[in-house]
T-cell receptor, first 113, second 114 residues
């Protein structure tokens, strides 16, 4: 079974621009979560989607948004990029919302200049 | 919300020794505790997990223990090998009205010296 995939893997953007990242979960997984990973802050939860609905949201500004499609693929968008948004963005999928195992994608490395 | 603290932040051991990483959590409703290993430049990988109805779980050289009363859980790696060198993250999941979400500890960088 194919694992979680993310595109693109690397991205360089300029301050003020916006960016869209994509995540395809493991087949049959309906829940997708997004995390921001930075050296100083570790793994910070952004949001979780299940059945096209946002079920949980972390403590991030409204510039960070996401959505999930009917095939469970998910996108996250960051508008008005800031230098501090440079990070590795990881998505993770799991079968359902009960505490099943969660599997991570390879991440998208975003650099904001 | 849930808060997970992880100690130590760095751990250096000699090959063959044991390594122990400890985490504490704040929400007594948490009922699922996974551990992830992240090698340099790679994705976090689930290595072991434990649910609140179990006190200990083993898988070859790794084991996790859970003390619900004290709200802490630990990862034990025996007979460490250089390939165990990585950053390890603990996490806790508590069910809220919207479902479950994982809260991660800050990570432990384990270095195994050959």
């Amino acid at each position: 079974k194919a694992g979680v995939t993310q595109t693109p893997r690397y991205l360089i953007k300029t301050r003020g621009q916006q960016v869209t990242l994509s995540c395809s979960p493991i087949s049959g997984h309906r829940s997708v979560s997004w995390y921001q990973q930075t050296p100083g802050q570790g793994l910070q939860f952004l949001f979780e989607y299940f059945s096209e609905t946002q079920r949980n949201k972390g403590n991030f500004p409204g510039r960070f948004s996401g959505r999930q499609f009917s095939n469970s693929r998910s996108e996250m968008n960051v508008s008005t990029l800031e230098l501090g948004d440079s990070a590795l963005y990881l998505c993770a999928s799991r079968r359902a919302q009960t505490p099943y195992e969660q599997y991570f994608g390879p991440g998208t490395r975003l650099t904001v200049t | 919300g849930e808060n997970v603290e992880q100690h130590p932040s760095t751990l250096s051991v000699q090959e063959g020794d044991s390594a122990v990483i400890k985490c504490t959590y704040s929400d007594s409703a948490s009922n699922y505790f996974p551990w992830y290993k992240q090698e340099l430049g790679k994705r976090p990988q689930l290595i072991i997990d434990i649910r609140s109805n179990v006190g200990e779980k083993k898988d070859q050289r790794i084991a996790v223990t859970l003390n619900k009363t004290a709200k802490h859980f630990s990862l034990h790696i025996t007979e460490t090998q250089p390939e165990d060198s990585a950053v390890y993250f603990c996490a806790a999941s508590a069910r809220n009205n919207a479902g479950n979400m994982l809260t991660f500890g800050g990570g432990t960088r384990l270095m195994v010296k050959p």
